[in-house]
C-alpha cells in the first residue's frame, strides 16, 4: 500500500509541473515547429527540435504583391514573432505568415493631383491560371455588341481563343496574350475575316463587370513583336448595347502596329450626328501619335488623363495627345459616360505585313485606375 501511494503521488506531482497546454506526445522528447504559407502558394515547412527554444530560418514564403512582416500564432492574428526570431516553447507549435499588401505609389502626372487608388488589376496568380473572371472576360470573335462590344472587325485574319490568354505566375504578375501563326482552324472559336484567317490570339474586357467614369487609368505593357500585330488597349461606352457605335465613343489609349515598334499612337472615335445605333457614316475620329523607343523590346506605361469634356493620352508619362469637346469635328462629346476597358492582340493590316514569326506574345503588368483632380468612379456590376 505503501509504494502504491507513493507512485501516485510521484504521477500527481509531474502532472502538476507541466504547463497547461503541453502536447503530452511531444513534451517526452521531439517538438514540431510547422510554419504555414497563410494565403499564399507553397507547402507548410515543419521542423522538429528537442530542444525548448528554436531560432526560426529566414523565411523562404513569398507572396506576389505582399511583403512579409513576421509570424502569427493564429491565421488572422497579430504578429508574435520577427524573421529569424528565437521562440520559446514547451510543446509543438504551428505559426502562420503575415503579409502586408504592397500598395503602389501613386504617379506624378504634370497639371493633375492623383487621389486615392480607385481600382487595381495585378495578374497575380499561378502559372497558365486564367484571368480574373470578375473583372475579365475573354472572347471568341462575334460582332455583337454584347459581346465585349462587338470582336474581329475589320477583316482581322485571327481567331480569338480565351485560351490564348494566361496568367505567367512570376512575382511582378503579368497577363500574357499568346498569338501564333497557324495553318489549320483551331477546333473552337470562329474566324469573321472575309479573306481567312492565319493566327490565333485574345481579347478580354470588363463589360458589365466593372465600368469607369473619369480619373487616371494607367497600364504597363510590352507589346508583341513582329509585323502584322495589332494590340490596343482600349475602351468603349459602357451604353454602346444601347446606342450603337460610334455613338457609344471609343477611346483607343494605346495601339500600335507591328511593323513600326516605335510608333504608339491613340484615337478617340466618335458620332458626327448624334443618332444613336446609326452606324458607320456618321462615324469619324481623331488621333495622335508618339515615336518613342521600340514598345515591344521593354515594358511601357500608356494611360488616359480623362475629365469632363477633356482626355490627354500620355506614353511613358508623357503628354502626346489632347481632345476636348470644342476641339473635335463635331458638336457631339460622348466621353462623359461610364466605359469599360479593352485589351487585345489583333492582327491585320494595321500591324503591316507578317514578318515570319510563329509566336508572339503582349504581357500586361497591371492596369490601374486613380482618381484624379478630385474626379473618378468605378462601378462594379
Not at 517538438?31 to 521542423?47: E, F, R, W
Request: glycine share 10%; hydrophobic share 35%; net charge positive.
Amino acid at each position: 500500500m505503501r509504494r502504491i501511494g507513493l507512485l501516485t503521488a510521484l504521477v500527481l506531482a509531474l502532472t502538476l509541473s507541466v504547463p497547461a497546454g503541453t502536447d503530452f506526445a511531444s513534451a517526452s522528447g521531439t517538438h514540431q515547429i510547422t510554419l504555414i504559407p497563410n494565403g499564399t502558394t507553397g507547402s507548410s515547412k515543419v521542423i522538429k527540435t528537442t530542444s525548448h527554444s528554436y531560432r526560426l530560418p529566414k523565411v523562404t514564403f513569398t507572396r506576389p504583391g505582399y511583403t512579409f512582416l513576421g509570424w502569427a500564432k493564429t491565421s488572422r492574428g497579430a504578429k508574435a514573432y520577427s524573421d529569424r526570431a528565437t521562440i520559446r516553447f514547451t510543446s509543438s507549435v504551428k505559426l502562420y505568415a503575415l503579409w502586408k499588401e504592397i500598395m503602389p505609389t501613386a504617379p506624378t502626372v504634370a497639371g493633375h493631383n492623383i487621389g486615392s487608388l480607385l481600382w487595381r488589376e495585378e495578374f497575380y496568380g499561378t502559372a497558365g491560371s486564367t484571368i480574373n473572371p470578375n473583372y475579365w472576360t475573354a472572347r471568341y470573335c462575334g460582332q455583337e455588341d454584347e459581346n465585349g462590344g462587338g470582336t474581329c472587325h475589320n477583316n482581322e485574319p485571327q481567331w480569338y481563343l480565351p485560351s490564348a490568354v494566361a496568367l505567367d505566375g512570376s512575382k511582378a504578375g503579368n497577363a500574357v496574350i499568346t498569338t501564333k501563326r497557324v495553318y489549320a482552324a483551331p477546333t473552337e472559336g470562329q474566324c469573321l475575316a472575309w479573306s481567312g484567317c492565319q493566327f490565333t490570339s485574345a481579347r478580354f474586357d470588363t463589360q458589365d463587370k466593372v465600368a469607369f467614369k473619369y480619373g487616371y487609368i494607367e497600364t504597363r505593357i510590352k507589346m508583341p513583336a513582329g509585323g502584322r500585330n495589332w494590340p490596343a488597349f482600349w475602351m468603349l461606352g459602357e451604353n454602346i448595347n444601347s446606342v450603337g457605335w460610334p455613338q457609344s465613343g471609343e477611346i483607343d489609349i494605346a495601339e500600335q502596329g507591328g511593323n513600326t515598334p516605335t510608333r504608339n499612337s491613340g484615337a478617340i472615335h466618335y458620332s458626327t450626328n448624334g443618332v444613336a445605333n446609326d452606324c458607320c457614316g456618321n462615324h469619324t475620329y481623331d488621333y495622335g501619335s508618339f515615336t518613342g523607343p521600340n514598345y515591344s523590346a521593354d515594358f511601357h506605361t500608356y494611360a488616359m488623363a480623362w475629365g469632363p469634356n477633356r482626355i490627354e493620352l500620355l506614353v511613358d508619362g508623357r503628354v502626346f495627345k489632347t481632345f476636348t469637346n470644342t476641339t473635335i469635328r463635331s458638336q457631339y462629346w460622348s466621353f462623359n459616360n461610364p466605359f469599360f476597358l479593352i485589351i487585345n492582340n489583333a492582327t491585320g493590316d494595321f500591324g503591316g505585313a507578317w514578318t515570319n514569326w510563329t509566336q508572339s506574345q503582349m504581357h500586361i503588368d497591371y492596369v490601374r485606375v486613380w482618381k484624379m483632380d478630385n474626379q473618378g468612379e468605378v462601378f462594379l456590376r
